[in-house]
């Protein structure tokens, strides 16, 4: 991978576990805890959540994933729109509290979308938002409640996220657009 690295492996890896230990912090054991991590990247961090989380509490925590596509002209489009793919919420939401996992926050708008798609479901007691790279540009009230790493980008950046379940190694790197 090409440009300016932002996270190593290494790093990748106690950022991770930082932010598992950040929630189970936040929830203790026996909290009624839920995994949905949006494709591709958030759900492999969201299975990684998973194994920490149960290591720790001794309990299976359910997982599921959301599918959704934003179809901008480019990515400083306000009107970018949202399509839900497939939708895999194999667990009851009702009173649960949900983390949704994904890899980068940028303009709020998957989120948005994500809500609404969990919403259909049922009534959590709350949901959570926890992304490995915040990169700012938010264009919607929405903020993540755990952060990986904040990173200061300019519209025409990208952020590229490499995981080693689907790209051979774990890098964060920043590149033109
Ligand atoms: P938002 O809906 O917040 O504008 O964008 C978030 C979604 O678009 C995330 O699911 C993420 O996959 C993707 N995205 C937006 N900006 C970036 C970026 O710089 N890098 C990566 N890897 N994904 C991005
Ligand atoms: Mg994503």
């Given at each position: ?43 492999e961090?969201?299975?990684?959540l ?55 926050l ?27 790279v ?44």
């Open positions: 991978p090409r440009g300016k690295v932002l996270l190593q492996a290494e790093e990748v890896r106690r950022t991770m576990e930082r932010l598992a230990y950040e929630v189970i912090e936040r929830h203790g054991e026996g909290a009624p805890l839920a995994l949905i991590g949006i494709q591709r990247r958030g759900v961090l969201a299975k990684r998973k194994s920490v989380l149960e290591s720790r509490f001794g309990s299976e925590i359910p997982l599921g994933s959301l599918d959704i596509n934003l179809y901008r002209d480019d990515w400083t489009n306000m009107d970018s729109q949202p399509q839900i793919h497939r939708t895999q919420i194999p667990f009851n939401v009702d009173d649960r509290e949900i983390i949704l996992v994904d890899d980068v940028f303009t709020g708008r998957t989120i948005r979308a994500a809500l609404e798609a969990i919403l259909d479901y049922g009534r959590p007691k709350r949901v959570e938002l926890l992304v490995l915040d990169r700012g540009h938010r264009e919607l009230p929405i903020h993540a409640d755990y952060v990986g790493k904040k990173v200061n980008t300019s519209q025409h950046e990208k952020v590229d996220v490499f995981v080693r379940e689907q790209d051979g190694e774990d890098v964060v790197v920043l590149n033109e657009q």
